[in-house]
């Protein structure tokens, strides 16, 4: 059996299995806590993935929706493959949930407090950074201000802001980063990016990640059902680049051949760091052993 010390499950994988278990809650609470900069505490877990629409959208993402200790709502999402339509998927998931989480006959101010938290293996857009945060906000044509709450609002409401009561989207752009930070949040992007985690982790939930994902701790069937499960993801990123990439979609052929080796190295560099056998990484990519022990 291959070397698993120090290997630890892919995310998406974990959001499946281990992080729906109320004993991993810590690792799911130190992801949110890092991202939204505010302690977390995961009260429970709630129905999930109604807006998926077929056999390859449940193989091609994974979700999770979690309901704080206050009562917020906290939708996570990763998906593993280009979606050119993804921003609006994000915003029917959040939709969704604001219809599906009021009790019939309520009013209007008992509408839930919706994060959606996004993971995306993917060049989403057209931007160079890592993180993004969207929000609801409204100002005045003319003036520029910023329209405010009521006092009585605030109190009822018990909120700041006008934002504070529309749902909040968060989008993790991680396929690129690679560098190991003392920053808290972007040591959490590095770990989803390359399933890796250094010893001076300090990032809140890290440090449980490392004791609950090991791959050591999982059976031979289970090991097995999670290494189908990346071979499944490299399977769809390799569909995705030669069928639906950006490239192709524009026309533009030789965007695709530079795309798809790009892809072909990422997804290696990230075969090998999950454990893969060589064989398996030279059968789903194409390169040579070689190129694979450069790495």
Do not use: C
Not at 93 to 103: A, F, P, R, W
């Amino acid at each position: 059996m291959e070397d698993l010390v120090n290997k630890y499950i892919r995310f998406d994988w974990a959001m499946k299995r281990l992080l729906r278990d109320k004993a991993n809650f810590g690792v799911l609470e130190g992801f949110l806590t890092t991202l939204l900069n505010e302690e977390i505490k995961i009260n429970k877990l709630l129905e999930s993935e109604s807006n998926q629409e077929d056999e390859f959208d449940k193989q091609n993402r994974v979700d999770l929706l979690a309901e704080n200790d206050k009562g917020e709502l906290f939708l996570v999402e990763v998906q593993n493959n280009s979606e050119y339509a993804y921003f609006q998927r994000m915003l029917f998931g959040t939709s969704k949930l604001v219809t599906e989480y009021i009790n019939r006959g309520k009013g209007y101010g008992f509408i839930r407090k919706i994060y959606s938290v996004n993971i995306v293996y993917f060049n989403l857009g057209n931007g160079t950074d890592v993180v993004y945060h969207g929000k609801t906000e409204f100002r005045g044509i003319h003036n520029g201000e910023l329209l405010n709450l009521s006092p009585f609002q605030k109190q009822k409401f018990n909120v700041d802001s006008v934002s504070d009561l529309y749902p909040e989207y968060y989008i993790l752009k991680v396929n690129d980063f690679n560098k190991w930070s003392k920053v808290p949040l972007e040591q959490w992007i590095y770990f989803l990016n390359t399933g890796n985690i250094p010893a001076d982790a300090t990032a809140p939930g890290l440090s449980e990640a490392r004791e609950k994902l090991q791959l050591v701790r999982m059976s031979k069937a289970e090991l097995n059902a999670y290494y189908h499960h990346l071979d499944n993801v490299v399977i769809l990123r390799d569909n995705i680049v030669t069928a639906r990439g950006e490239g192709r979609l524009e026309g533009r052929a030789e965007g695709i051949n530079i795309g798809t080796e790009q892809t072909k190295t990422d997804i290696a560099r990230q075969m090998k760091s999950d454990g893969m056998s060589v064989s398996t990484i030279m059968k789903y990519t194409g390169l040579t052993e070689e190129e694979i022990g450069k790495l």
